[in-house]
């Protein structure tokens, strides 16, 4: 998936923001607000920060604070398919027998959108948060140029935001 950007009055952000609050709802803990799964950074790249466990204004910190929020798509699953946000499951890719037989994120990993509104636009790309369960190391969020398998459903989802 390549970066979108497009108008933020011709984005849907609240309802990308239930979709995903919807999906982390079986990917965290009862106790813990679903928005603790979907962290912040300073620049790509960076050590995610997360909000607090009893929830956070994620509209507020896109829109108001400037803040690069990543939102998570996809998890990897042990049978190595991705359960998604779009409610679907999808299967890895098929291998050739060159190479080797690896998932393209990790187990711990999650695959998703950093979004970013900057002068009245809504900047989208594809990202990797490394450790991005909720739990784990913090090692960075980072753009995912191949998004292999997800490709065409994380466009399909970013695309069924935008208005007109």
């Known amino acids: 998936m390549k970066e979108i950007i497009t108008q933020l009055e011709c ?10 609050v919807h999906f982390l709802k079986g990917e965290v803990s009862p106790e813990v607000d679903p928005t603790y799964g979907i ?4 620049s790509i790249g ?10 956070w204004d ?8 400037g803040k690069i929020v990543f939102f998570p798509f996809a998890r990897a699953d042990a049978d190595e ?3 998604c946000a779009d409610g679907n499951t999808y299967g890895q890719e098929p291998e050739d027998e060159s190479s080797e037989n690896d998932m393209f994120i990790g187990i711990e990993d999650s695959i998703g959108f ?33 998004c292999n398998v997800l490709e065409e459903p994380m466009e399909k989802f970013i695309r069924s935001f935008i208005k007109g």
């Open 11 to 20: 984005f849907d952000l609240e309802s990308m923001l239930e979709r995903t």
């Open 39 to 42: 962290v912040w950074v300073q």
């Open 46 to 55: 960076d050590a995610p920060v997360f909000g607090h466990e009893s929830g």
């Open 58 to 65: 994620i509209l507020s910190a896109l829109t108001k604070e």
């Open 81 to 83: 398919t991705f359960t």
């Open 114 to 146: 950093l979004v970013q509104v900057k002068d009245g636009t809504v900047i989208i790309n594809p990202a990797i948060h490394a450790g991005g369960t909720c739990a784990g190391p913090e090692s960075g969020v980072d753009l995912c140029p191949d």
